[in-house]
């Protein structure tokens, strides 16, 4: 436990002043970016990871969050500055509103119908911003650019985000170590048993779902703010999920730290890539080919496979793996509540 709050605090220093040792603005704008993504990733292992069901909707919170910063810039009239930054929160908050219907309709479904249901409603929120006023359309909506100077224009994007990843990564692991994780983690191992023994799953899974949410759409008003304007095809794009779903397979579903490092590898590789051949998508077929070496050669995902071999060098022997979930545990403490909290 001390060593892996150690490294996480590590992490967090190092990226705290990560802006002080690269100030080239090509570098921190990939930083800023895979911030994004480290929170996004976060977010969604806080209800995929440990409930078990895998949505392929975040994006609809992505995009909301995005159109509410430049909805709101555009008909208060507001001026680039610190300021802006006020609206984030707000972003949060209607993303998490939005969750509340979304995940009454998907969640009234099991694992693999929930998937389709969460593509099918994040189609509908994309020909929604394509064809609303309130959006612009496909001609977009442009944000006001504040007057920093050049130098350090990227430090209070950087700074922002990497606060927003902090309150994610701070959840997630709240939530991991909670009595409502433990729920979670009861109906990911078995959900008619847990609900069988008091747990509320309707209630869980929807506050699950609410909870990675608001992440999410504080960085899609972070996005868009950053980028200077929006369009329906890139805030609700459905690559989107697809990358932040590979992240957290990468790095280790169900883990704190698996989709961080996830992210700290996928997104600079695409960043990379894009600015070196200018082929737009050609991380996908990287990604695709990096995804299918960790499922044969670390199926459950670089964090736990690589945790589970350090173990059995430790031991001597080849223990069974570490189990994220601990059923019988999790099945302990549902017997003894019916609440989420």
């Given at each position: 436990?001390?060593?892996?709050?150690?490294?996480?605090?590590?992490?967090?220093?190092?990226?705290?002043?990560?802006?002080?040792?690269?100030?080239?603005?090509?570098?921190t704008?990939?930083?800023?970016?895979?911030?994004?993504?480290?929170?996004?990733?976060?977010?969604?292992?806080?209800?995929?990871?440990?409930?078990?069901?895998?949505?392929?909707?975040?994006?609809?919170?992505?995009?909301?969050?995005?159109?509410?910063?430049?909805?709101?810039?555009?008909?208060?009239?507001?001026?680039?500055?610190?300021?802006?930054?006020l609206?984030?929160?707000?972003?949060?908050?209607?993303?998490?509103?939005?969750?509340?219907?979304?995940?009454?309709?998907?969640?009234?479904?099991?694992?693999?119908?929930?998937?389709?249901?969460?593509?099918?409603?994040?189609?509908?929120?994309?020909?929604?911003?394509?064809?609303?006023?309130?959006?612009?359309?496909?001609?977009?909506?442009?944000?006001?650019?504040?007057?920093?100077?050049?130098?350090?224009?990227?430090?209070?994007?950087?700074?922002?985000?990497?606060?927003?990843?902090?309150?994610?990564?701070?959840t997630?692991?709240?939530?991991?170590?909670?009595?409502?994780?433990?729920?979670?983690?009861?109906?990911?191992?078995?959900?008619?048993?847990?609900?069988?023994?008091?747990?509320?799953?309707?209630?869980?899974?929807?506050?699950?779902?609410?909870?990675?949410?608001?992440?999410?759409?504080?960085?899609?008003?972070?996005?868009?703010?950053?980028?200077?304007?929006?369009?329906?095809?890139?805030?609700?794009?459905?690559?989107?999920?697809?990358?932040?779903?590979?992240?957290?397979?990468?790095?280790?579903?169900?883990?704190?730290?698996?989709p961080l490092l996830?992210?700290?590898?996928?997104?600079?590789?695409?960043?990379?890539?894009?600015?070196?051949?200018?082929?737009?998508?050609?991380?996908?077929?990287?990604?695709?080919?990096?995804?299918?070496?960790?499922?044969?050669?670390?199926?459950?995902?670089?964090?736990?496979?690589?945790?589970?071999?350090?173990?059995?060098?430790?031991t001597?022997?080849?223990?069974?793996?570490?189990?994220?979930?601990?059923?019988?545990?999790?099945?302990?403490?549902?017997?003894?509540?019916?609440?989420?909290?």
């Amino acid at each position: 436990m001390l060593p892996r709050a150690a490294g996480l605090g590590l992490l967090l220093l190092g990226l705290g002043a990560l802006p002080l040792v690269l100030s080239n603005p090509t570098y921190t704008s990939i930083a800023i970016f895979t911030l994004i993504y480290m929170t996004a990733a976060t977010s969604w292992n806080t209800f995929a990871g440990y409930s078990g069901y895998i949505p392929l909707g975040h994006v609809v919170f992505f995009g909301s969050g995005a159109y509410t910063l430049a909805v709101a810039a555009q008909d208060w009239h507001l001026v680039g500055g610190y300021g802006m930054f006020l609206l984030i929160p707000l972003a949060g908050l209607v993303a998490g509103l939005l969750a509340l219907p979304f995940g009454l309709v998907a969640l009234r479904t099991r694992r693999h119908t929930f998937v389709v249901i969460t593509i099918a409603i994040m189609f509908i929120f994309q020909l929604l911003a394509f064809n609303l006023g309130v959006t612009n359309g496909s001609s977009g909506i442009q944000i006001p650019t504040p007057l920093w100077p050049a130098a350090t224009f990227n430090d209070p994007f950087y700074y922002i985000t990497l606060g927003i990843l902090i309150l994610a990564v701070a959840t997630s692991w709240f939530v991991r170590r909670s009595r409502f994780g433990l729920q979670l983690l009861a109906i990911r191992d078995d959900e008619d048993r847990a609900r069988g023994l008091g747990v509320r799953t309707g209630r869980v899974k929807l506050t699950a779902f609410v909870i990675s949410a608001i992440p999410v759409g504080m960085v899609g008003a972070m996005y868009a703010y950053f980028i200077g304007q929006i369009f329906p095809q890139f805030a609700f794009d459905p690559l989107f999920d697809v990358s932040v779903a590979l992240m957290v397979f990468f790095g280790g579903l169900g883990t704190v730290a698996g989709p961080l490092l996830g992210a700290v590898v996928l997104e600079p590789l695409q960043q990379y890539l894009t600015l070196q051949f200018s082929i737009g998508d050609l991380y996908l077929i990287i990604y695709g080919v990096v995804f299918l070496a960790v499922i044969l050669l670390m199926p459950r995902g670089v964090v736990p496979s690589t945790r589970d071999w350090l173990r059995a060098r430790r031991t001597g022997r080849p223990d069974a793996p570490e189990v994220e979930g601990d059923t019988d545990r999790a099945a302990e403490v549902a017997a003894h509540t019916g609440s989420p909290t």
